[in-house]
Nanobody
Framework: HVPLVESGGGSVQAGGSLKLSCAAS????????MEWYRQAPGKERELVSR????GTTTYAESVKGRFTMSREESLFLQMNSLKTEDTAVYYC??????????????WGQGTHVTVSW
């Protein structure tokens, strides 16, 4: 069992900002590769950003320049200049951990983000 709890979602108008949080233990953050995924209505889940164990962050082309992933006590996703296309359920994920199945993915329950005109 790997507890991941997302929060910070809500409704915002296009052009606005939201900051998502993912709460987990420091052991999970230090042991696993952390990710943010999202799933829009009628679409498949897609990778938004990834924080590698070496500290490198990568982003999907669709969010570059607008979203920023960071880790403090929690994992964050700062989302600026939001578009209606960003409407989705956002999930915090962990993989390549130093426990259990190395290749397994662990997910939180997600937090809803709705961007309207």
């Amino acid at each position: 069992h790997v507890p991941l709890v997302e929060s910070g979602g809500g409704s915002v108008q296009a052009g606005g900002s939201l900051k998502l949080s993912c709460a987990a233990s420091e052991y999970i953050f230090s042991t696993c590769e952390m990710e943010w995924y999202r799933q829009a209505p009628g679409k498949e889940r897609e990778l938004v950003s990834r924080l590698s164990k070496d500290g490198t962050t990568t982003y999907a082309e669709s969010v570059k320049g607008r979203f920023t992933m960071s880790r403090e006590e929690s994992l964050f996703l700062q989302m600026n200049s939001l578009k209606t296309e960003d409407t989705a359920v956002y999930y915090c994920g962990a993989t390549r951990c130093g426990f259990g199945d190395y290749n397994a993915h662990y997910w939180g329950q997600g937090t809803h983000v709705t961007v309207s005109w």
